[in-house]
């Protein structure tokens, strides 16, 4: 079994920074891929940025440059720094595990992030 909580969600001005970070525990496997997904109010559920095992990453091109997620395998976390934050980053942000075989995906509650202009 595995769980993922995040934490770190708050509101921010707009250009203002934010780091989430994600606490993983259970049976994690070497290639578990991490990741970071957001949900807008209406919207469907979408990646922002995935990490694999070996510290390749991944990135939505809406936060290109903006945003960087890294890894700390040691320590079963992931962390999301979200830089130059825009209006349109509001969302609940989730934190995933993506695991190759048996083929499954893990979830963490979500942790709100709101940006005022």
């Known amino acids: 079994q595995v769980q993922l909580v995040e934490s770190g969600g708050d509101s921010a001005q707009a250009g203002g920074s934010l780091t989430l970070s994600c606490a993983v525990s259970g049976t994690i496997f070497s290639t578990d891929a991490l990741g970071w997904y957001r949900q807008a109010p209406g919207k469907q559920r979408e990646l922002v940025a995935r990490?694999?095992?070996?510290?390749?990453?991944q990135y939505a091109d809406f936060v290109k440059g903006r945003f960087t997620i890294s890894r700390d395998s040691a320590k079963n976390w992931v962390y999301l720094q979200m830089n130059s934050l825009k209006p349109e980053d509001t969302a609940v942000y989730y934190c995933?595990?993506?695991?190759?075989?048996?083929?499954?995906?893990?979830w963490g509650q979500g942790t709100q992030v709101t940006v005022s202009s």
């Open positions: 990490v694999s095992v070996l510290g390749t990453t």
């Open positions: 995933n595990l993506n695991r190759l075989w048996p083929a499954r995906d893990y």
